[in-house]
């Protein structure tokens, strides 16, 4: 397996407890599902529960960029390296039995929603197509069937 880590002094955190949460996270991968975690659906906001109310907008700023500097920096990653370090983060997921996990990617898209919301046109489409790509080895790799989409 590959180790990516990006070193965490590059994104300029100002709050020791992302820098905290995000120097756990030993993937890429893992960090993009991290921060895009961190983002309320209905609002679009970055919400880090140790922020106090007093800066709560400058943790929306912070994680905003952070989220978008570790995205270009993913999509910038060779194909191979991509597919290295989602198997690490799949390998650090304790108990999954990896064909449901890699069945349900398929059927339910997660990976759509790791997109920071400013990122559009090339950037989103090679993530997307990118990761289909990663998919597609990986049902190879596990023996996953075509997903029921009606499951």
């Known amino acids: 397996m590959v180790r990516v880590k990006t070193s965490l ?7 020791e407890a992302w820098a905290r949460d995000l120097s756990h996270i030993e993937s890429s991968y893992g960090r993009l599902v991290y921060l895009a975690g961190l983002r ?11 922020s106090d109310i007093a800066s709560r907008t400058e943790a929306n700023k912070t994680l905003k960029r952070v989220h978008e500097d570790i995205f270009k920096q993913w999509v910038s990653y060779p194909l191979e390296r991509k597919k290295a370090d989602v198997e690490f983060y799949i390998a650090g997921i304790p108990q999954v039995d990896r064909t449901e996990l890699v069945d349900a990617w398929l059927r339910l898209t997660p990976y759509k929603n790791l997109v920071p919301a400013s990122i ?5 489409q090679k993530h997307i197509s990118d990761f289909e790509a990663i998919l597609g080895l990986l ?11 009606d499951a």
């Open 120 to 124: 559009q046109g090339p950037e989103r």
């Open 9 to 15: 002094l590059s994104f300029q955190l100002r709050d």
């Open 40 to 50: 309320n659906p209905d609002t679009g906001k970055y919400e880090h529960f140790g």
């Open 139 to 149: 049902k190879n790799v596990y023996g996953v069937a075509s997903p029921d989409r």
